[in-house]
């Protein structure tokens, strides 16, 4: 990398941490960062004609506890029908401003979760037990999704859906 180009980079991610950026904030970065630089390398090898190169997946013990969410099936306790609980883990609930309401989206072949900024819009979570949840209609994105618990990441202050992990 030259250093005019290095200089640009690293004046960007100074303006994008601002002052006093905490530990989570840098390592928040950090993981865009590479998931950006991943792009560039598979959209480069696409367009060069070669094999993107090959990334490992993260290995469990590299997950940060917190980092996932859980779909369950739970029945209607009135009419006994299926209904959908969304369960989002503590720490991509800080990551998302802790919010008290969330709304899900499909971006492309992803879920992006977010946090709902105004009244109605969303999916309003409960706080009474152990992880903040919801129940989502089967027309959301997360009812599309088999019950099980899923590995997030933050990209662009959105948590995406990641690989199913138990």
């Known amino acids: 990398m030259s250093d ?72 209607d306790p009135l009419t006994g029908a299926r209904r959908v609980r969304f369960s989002i883990g503590k720490q991509i609930w800080y990551e998302l401003g802790s919010p008290e309401r969330i709304d899900a989206q499909r971006v492309g072949g992803e879920i992006w979760v977010v946090s709902a900024l105004s009244g109605k819009v969303g999916y309003q979570l409960m706080m009474g037990g152990s992880l903040p949840s919801c129940i989502v209609p089967d027309s959301s994105p997360l009812a599309q999704l088999g019950p099980g618990r899923y590995a997030m990441r933050m990209r662009a202050g959105a948590a995406v859906v990641g690989e199913r992990v138990a």
Do not use: F
């Open 4 to 75: 005019d180009l290095y200089d640009q980079v690293r004046r960007a991610v100074v303006q994008l941490l601002g002052p006093r950026p905490s530990p989570e904030r840098r390592l928040q970065l950090a993981r865009e960062l590479r998931a950006l630089a991943d792009q560039q390398e598979r959209m480069a090898a696409r367009e060069g004609g070669g094999a993107a190169p090959a990334t490992a997946a993260p290995a469990a013990a590299e997950r940060v506890p917190g980092m996932y969410i859980r779909i369950a099936y739970d029945p």
